[in-house]
């Protein structure tokens, strides 16, 4: 299991890299106006991708590790903040922001026009990317600190 925690941890670094891509382009659209192009497309692909990589190497660990098994006693997990951290916050946040990344490109792709699409974009990816910020377990956050890197 410690391979798979090793690359859910590298697999974040990929989503935050294509996610700032993502909106990076989703700003610089909105505000010069440029046509939305195959790069803006496949630079949010990218972003989904590695959101759908972490998300199987995430399950693998959260059925591995026994933090579903902690769902029986719900109640003495959401009193200690670690726990309920990795037991219901960081997978609820995830997945709902999992879920925005399918539906912000589905809905980017079927939008008519480039000022709409980046809007969207912009919306939709910028959402998912402060969802995923917040769920990330940070150093900086005491109680459910994880290294910037795991080798």
Not at 42 to 67: A, E, P
Request: contains cysteine.
């Amino acid at each position: 299991m410690q391979i798979v925690l090793v690359l859910h941890n590298l697999v974040r670094w990929a989503i935050l890299l294509f996610g700032v891509w993502t909106l990076i382009n989703a700003i610089t659209g909105v505000i010069n106006k440029r046509p939305y192009t195959v790069t803006d497309s496949r630079t949010n692909l990218f972003f989904m991708i590695s959101c759908d990589i972490q998300l199987l190497l995430g399950l693998s660990l959260y059925f591995s590790l026994g933090w579903f098994e902690r769902l029986k006693d719900l109640g003495a997990n959401m009193k200690d903040p670690y726990s309920r951290f990795f037991t219901v916050e960081h997978m609820s946040f995830m997945l709902l922001a999992w879920i925005l990344v399918h539906v912000g490109r589905t809905i980017v792709k079927k939008t008519v026009g480039d000022d709409k699409k980046h809007k969207k974009s912009l919306l939709f990816f910028g959402l998912v990317i402060i969802l995923i910020l917040a769920a990330m377990p940070w150093p900086f956050r005491e109680a459910i600190a994880r290294p910037w890197f795991r080798f």
